[in-house]
């Protein structure tokens, strides 16, 4: 009848206001089966609560780093009109949608509540002109034999949503190999909430988690009907199974084919996994031995022999632990240059004390609380690079920082002198120290409120190699107000390097409340602290996407004409300024570090500097000056004026011979008492 067919309101879940108190996950899962609610649901909007708390600050960190993308939108459509979507043509063919109200709602949602840490995380991206279609990037559950993977879902959200449940297919490893019991060899999904789709109370939320906690759970086996018996050997075999499928889908594939929509989260996730894939792949090889050796799974008729039985063949000819000790293998030549963003350790020896973040409750004023170490605590493994080794007890020092005005803004205060203590042990310990990005702190030693910060760029950016200066002033009243935060490294003034990153000094950044956020994002005097800041920096706004950090920009991809002239402009004042002019002009408080860096890390340099000369042939400003230029033109007027003048290329070739000389004078730091 007409009725049934009618768009039913929302419940009155889905008509509130969301407020602060943001809809959970809760909330929206009522339509969940008995055998669906398996697992709990998150409990908040906090995506720090499901992690146990030797990971929290390291979940923090991937927050801070990867957060902003876990809802995005991009064009799926190609040059030719089609698709690159599974229900594309579906969707062409298709009535027009009419969910505008509630969809809007879900996207609301899905922004805040997305889980997003170490130990699990869900993407999603939706086609810039079509709501109703969305790509879903999803990773398994830690605990999980898909650990740390990530894989494809296309759904399609049908035009009388949510009277009809969305349309899902895994699009990883389809046709290919089953990737779960829930999951048939075209990628169809057999899942009760699908069945059992309820209009007014089912969402996209808790579609998309009921396929991260089944599907990819800790134990595939029990979502195989067929299996009556012998559970133990087979969830064994399921789960070795389930290994093979998580390196070579979840892990090698997508790295080496990342879906253009999900590349810089792919780059990422990976980048600051890689250590926690090493641990993982160590507890798995433990499990696979146990199982072969005792179980004997491989010698017995077991219903996973069928499941993927090109896999299981694969197992009976060759060692499981040789097999999967190749594939893990590839995926870190894969992942092994990817940027860490200060993870280079795992999770694994993490100690408590060390957490920069153990307390993530809401509650106002309560001080940020860091456990003491102790003798017995599990110190977490050194790094062996060089540089580490040559520079880590420089991460943290103390100095007299002769600037007088610096010291006119620092007010002493003895109010948070346990606060500061607890602080300094935290930055000793955690400041990043590897070639691909490392964070150094002085602080004054007459004055705590007043530190120093040097901050390297990292890998694939602009600002890769540089060395970039910034005062750190803490009011009195800290930590209820956040610290005041410059960038020195300008050009004398002369060089914005960020939208972010004033030619004056200003530093626009959310935690520190010189830029509108959400109140997760802004400073929190219960676990906000300098590190955070640092990291955000480092990782937040010195990256690839440059004037995208310019409002009404953000649409713009990294490789845009718009952005490459803006990163031309970073890349060559990094090579004078972060570069040539530290090594002549070093911060007396980071004398010897400068020296390190650079030594450290000069044939690095030449390589990537000689390959922007390469490039930089190539670039042309373009004769006619739109919006897009003026900004740029705006925002480093020297610079744009030399280039006109000069040409990029030949501005570049001046100052990298000038640097080059200065780097042959190096000697090698590891021979040398400097």
């Known amino acids: 009848s007409d009725s049934v ?21 809760e909330d929206s899962d009522s339509s969940m089966t008995e055998s669906d609610q398996s697992t709990e649901p998150l409990e908040n909007s906090n995506p720090f609560l499901t992690c146990p708390n030797s990971a929290v600050s390291k979940s923090k960190i991937y ?86 993977g ?23 490893a389809k046709a290919q190999h089953r990737l779960n019991p829930c999951i048939d060899s075209e990628g169809k999904l057999c899942l009760g909430l699908l069945e059992e789709w309820d209009p007014l109370n089912s969402n996209l939320l808790s579609l998309l988690l009921a396929i991260q906690t089944l599907i990819f759970s800790e134990e595939p086996v029990y979502r195989e009907e067929r299996v009556t018996e012998n559970l133990e050997e087979e969830n064994s075999l399921f789960n070795l199974i389930a290994n093979y499928l998580n390196l070579e889908h979840g892990m090698k594939q997508i790295v080496s084919n990342p879906p253009i929509e999900f590349e810089e989260v792919i780059t990422r996730h990976f980048g600051m996994c890689e250590a926690f894939i090493g641990d993982k792949f160590l507890e798995w090889t433990e499990d696979i031995k146990e199982a072969i050796n005792h179980k004997q799974i491989l010698d017995k008729d077991l219903v996973a022999n069928s499941f993927n039985p090109e896999i299981f063949q694969i197992f009976k000819e060759k060692s499981p632990i040789e097999v999967l000790e190749k594939l893990s293998d590839s995926v870190f030549d894969l992942i092994q240059c990817y940027p860490k963003f200060g993870m280079e350790s795992s999770m694994s020896g993490e100690t408590e004390n060390s957490q920069i973040l153990s307390d993530y409750e809401e509650e106002k004023g309560e001080p940020l609380s860091l456990s003491e170490a ?23 020092n103390t100095h007299c920082i002769q600037d007088e005005k610096l010291q006119q803004s620092a007010v002493v205060s003895e109010q948070n002198l346990a606060r500061f203590n607890k602080e300094m042990k935290v930055l000793s310990e955690n400041l990043p120290c590897e070639s691909t990005g490392s964070i150094f702190v002085a602080m004054d030693e007459n004055n705590m409120h007043l530190m120093k910060g040097l901050i390297s760029g990292t890998p694939d950016t602009p600002y890769e190699h540089g060395l970039y200066e910034f005062s ?7 930590p209820n107000s956040p610290p005041s935060v410059r960038i020195l490294t300008t050009g004398n003034g002369s060089v914005r390097f960020n939208p972010n990153l004033y030619d004056d000094g200003y530093v626009c950044l959310s935690i520190i ?10 400073w929190n005097p219960s676990y906000s602290n300098i590190l955070q800041v640092l990291l955000s920096i480092q990782t937040l706004v010195m990256d690839s996407d440059v004037i995208q950090k310019e409002p009404e920009y953000d649409h713009l991809a990294t490789d845009s004409c718009e952005n490459l002239a803006y990163c031309n402009i970073v890349k ?43 490039e930089a042939k190539e670039f042309q400003l373009p004769e006619e000056q739109g919006e897009d230029d003026y900004l740029i033109m705006d925002h480093n007027n020297e610079t744009y004026a030399a280039f006109n003048k000069d040409s990029y290329y030949s501005c570049l070739e001046k100052v990298t011979k000038e640097l080059f000389e200065e780097l042959t004078s190096f000697g090698d730091p590891q021979n040398d008492n400097q």
């Open 150 to 172: 990530m894989f494809n879902f296309d759904i399609y959200l049908p035009h009388n949503y949510p009277l009809e449940p969305p349309q899902v297919l895994c699009t990883t």
């Open 63 to 148: 927050f801070d780093s990867i957060g902003s993308f876990r809802y995005v939108t991009f064009p799926f459509i190609d040059e030719n009109g089609n698709y690159k979507h599974a229900f594309g043509e579906l969707a062409k063919t298709a009535p027009e949608p009419n969910f505008s109200d509630r969809i809007t709602k879900e996207v609301d949602l899905l922004c805040k509540q997305l889980p997003c840490t170490l130990y699990h995380a869900i993407f999603v991206c939706a086609d810039e002109q079509r709501m109703d279609l969305l790509k879903a990037l999803v990773t398994g559950n830690y605990y999980s034999p898909y650990a740390f």
């Open 374 to 396: 102790s003798n017995n605590d599990p110190k977490p493994p050194e790094s062996s690079t060089t540089y580490y080794q040559s520079l880590k007890h420089l991460r943290f």
């Open 513 to 522: 409340n010189t830029w509108e956020g959400s109140r997760a994002e802004r």
């Open 572 to 614: 060559y004042n990094n090579v004078k300024w972060a570069m040539l002019d530290m090594i002549r002009n070093p911060p007396p408080e980071f004398a010897e570090i400068v020296w390190k860096h650079f030594a450290l890390k000069k044939n690095d340099i030449i390589r990537t500097v000689e390959r922007w000369l390469e």
């Open 472 to 478: 750190i002033v803490c009011p009195a009243n800290y």
């Open 5 to 25: 067919m009618e768009v039913k309101e929302p419940s009155a879940a889905w008509n509130q206001e969301l407020s602060d108190e943001e809809l959970t996950p």
